[in-house]
């Protein structure tokens, strides 16, 4: 598997933005939504299309009474709505999930296999790969959450600026135009990020970094990283 390089990008480099550096693609059984992308963030553009042109609206799973499924939704076998869920359509999700009591699953979303959705958890517009854990309190919309990633409780991910401009994004001495206004963050494979910590406005993580409770963080993120803080000296490599 590609991935970005451990050591903090200084120049732009094509090769360390794309969705191969952040997923291990063999994961998804929606490949194609993420081939012939230049930039990770250019999924998002597709995803939209995507569902309304894939999607085939039928419930094999449980949907709890109590709970609410509206418009075109596939939910696989094994998954379970909880009572108090909300499930809005478009959206795609996959066998052996949960959508846990109060979940708001909000159009044009993908949930791939065993993923977790959590108590008072939002999430729009948005790709979760399999086995992504999105446990409580947590709002993720117009973002990436890559094989396997986890969100501790409350994390967010801002996905439009205080001032409502255009996300670009900060690679060396590079500004690379998104051409997105709501954007919030790519998370690779195995990513994990602690408590309460905030995603803003376009922040790319590489696979498999580490992130500690309460942070604020913004930008390009290398893998295999342990980000302790904001500052530049705060991101080390991660221990095996």
């Known amino acids: 598997m590609s991935h970005i390089t451990t050591a903090p990008c200084t120049t732009y480099s094509e090769k360390c ?28 553009k597709g995803l939209e299309n995507y569902v309304r042109d894939t999607i085939k609206p039928e419930i094999r799973g449980q949907v709890s009474p109590g709970a609410w499924v509206v418009g075109e ?11 108090g869920a909300v ?8 066998a052996g999930c949960e959508i846990r009591s109060h979940a708001y699953v909000r159009s044009f979303v993908i949930i791939g296999d065993d993923s977790m959705v959590g108590h008072a958890c939002e999430i729009k517009n948005s790709i979760l790969f399999p086995e992504c854990v999105v446990p409580h309190f947590a709002y993720v919309g117009d973002s990436i959450l890559g094989y396997r990633a986890h969100l501790g409780a409350g994390v967010k991910t801002a996905n439009v600026k205080i ?23 790519i998370l690779g494979d195995g990513v994990e990020i602690g408590c309460n910590t905030v995603l803003n406005p376009g922040t790319l993580i590489g696979p498999r970094t580490l992130a500690l409770p ?25 221990r095996p």
Do not use: M
């Open 17 to 44: 933005l794309g969705p191969q550096c952040f997923f291990d693609l063999s994961r998804t059984p929606h490949r194609a939504l993420f081939e012939n992308r230049r930039f990770v963030w250019d999924v998002l």
């Open 87 to 94: 499930v809005l359509g478009p959206a795609i999700i996959g």
């Open 214 to 238: 309460n942070l604020s963080l913004r930008g390009l993120y290398p893998a295999d990283s342990f980000i302790k803080s904001n500052t530049p000296e705060g991101i080390v490599p991660r």
């Open 73 to 83: 939704v596939y939910i696989g076998e094994g998954t379970r709505i909880e009572p």
């Open 163 to 185: 001032n409502g401009e255009p996300i670009r994004l900060k690679v060396g001495g590079h500004v690379l135009a998104t051409g997105l206004e709501k954007f919030g963050a």
